[in-house]
């Protein structure tokens, strides 16, 4: 099945400094979503993006499919970034995977 | 407009018990999965379910443990005889399609489950 691999696994920033967490994907997908999971382990959808470049505030995504890789870009991090980050994509057989977490820690 | 839903949030059994975890989809939805977080992991799919039919439990175990989605109600995970190994974090998620791309999954706040 299709191997989906982030990076790094732990993160710790401090406040106001920017970051990049990377989602690669051993396989073509139709499917990529960014997750946030808080403290207390809501997961949060952040960006659906299979393809292409999309921002929403301090975050921004961009997916370069034919390159199997995501990057989730978090500029000027606040305490509340804090967490663990995750890519999903669809399996060929359209049942979601998700990558073991880039777990962030913004100091304060 | 509510999001998913899932009840309770906190689920503590012993040994040998049965567990339910329940799950609403957002309104509108009624393509329903259930994935399953150990600690410090990532989600693991389950079973995939539409209204009253199971479409996919690829990632079920085949002992103690089955879903299903009624008519009217909410989709119901249920584990029987619960065991340690079970403790873990049981998340619900719904779409309004499926297999038509583009679509997103959207997840509830989870069902912590101890097994004491």
């Known amino acids: 099945g299709i191997q989906v691999e982030q990076s790094p696994p732990d993160l710790i920033l401090q406040e106001g400094a920017n970051s990049t967490l990377r989602c690669n994907f051993s396989?073509?997908?139709?499917?990529l979503q960014w997750f946030h999971q808080n403290p207390w382990g809501q997961l949060i959808n952040l960006f659906y993006i299979p393809s292409g470049t999309k921002q929403n505030g301090r975050l921004s995504a961009t997916t370069v499919a034919t390159e199997r890789y995501s990057l989730l870009y978090i500029s000027s991090s606040q305490t509340t970034d804090s967490g663990v980050y995750f890519c999903?994509?669809?399996?060929?057989?359209?049942?979601?995977?998700f990558g073991k977490g880039t777990r962030l820690h913004i100091l304060p | 407009n509510a999001g998913v839903m899932q009840n309770p949030r906190h689920l503590v059994r012993r040994r040998g018990q049965e567990a339910r975890l329940r799950c609403s989809p957002m309104?509108?939805?009624?393509?329903v999965y259930w994935y399953r977080q150990l600690p410090e992991e990532g989600l693991k799919f389950m079973v995939y379910l539409q209204k009253e039919n199971i479409i996919d439990e690829s990632g079920m175990p085949k002992e103690r443990f089955s879903a299903e989605f009624p008519k009217e109600g909410p989709s119901i995970l249920r584990i029987q005889q619960v065991v340690r190994g079970d403790s873990a974090a049981y998340f619900c998620?719904?779409?309004?399609?499926?297999?038509?791309?583009?679509?997103?999954?959207?997840f509830g706040p989870g069902t912590r489950l101890t097994v004491t």
């Open positions: 999903a994509v669809d399996d060929r057989d359209d049942k979601i995977i």
């Open positions: 309104k509108g939805h009624s393509h």
């Open positions: 396989d073509s997908v139709n499917n």
């Open positions: 998620a719904s779409s309004l399609v499926y297999r038509t791309y583009p679509y997103e999954q959207y």
